[in-house]
């Protein structure tokens, strides 16, 4: 017992400043971002890959969105606060996993210097 809490305390620990660093970005995204990215007919691909799994985490979507569902959800006034207010205790075991093996197992396509 002691052992695993060692590790989810060193997990947490590590995961903390990325944390912190993204909701420091997600208060940086200004409105006039988010009408940006909202007006693209046809997004690329890495812009699409990083907003999709949040509007599942934030929509308790169960399957990869449309580009149509991602900007109804982009329009939505309160989505930057949706974002900053997201209780991630909340996420089911099932999201949990369809966002892993949907978009975290490739790894190169989340290469953060390639953004």
Known sequence: MHERKTYVSTKLE???PALIE???AVRGVT???ITE????AKPPEKVRIALE?????ITK???KPAWEAVRKVLA???FKDSILNFKKEEITPTTK???LDNYLKDEKAYDIDAF
């Open 31 to 33: 409105a006039g971002n």
């Open 61 to 63: 979507g169960k399957a």
């Open 14 to 16: 590590r995961a903390e």
């Open 97 to 99: 996993k369809f966002i």
């Open 53 to 57: 799994p949040v509007i599942i985490l």
């Open 22 to 24: 993204a909701e420091n």
């Open 37 to 40: 990215i909202k007006n693209l």
């Open 76 to 78: 939505n006034k309160d």
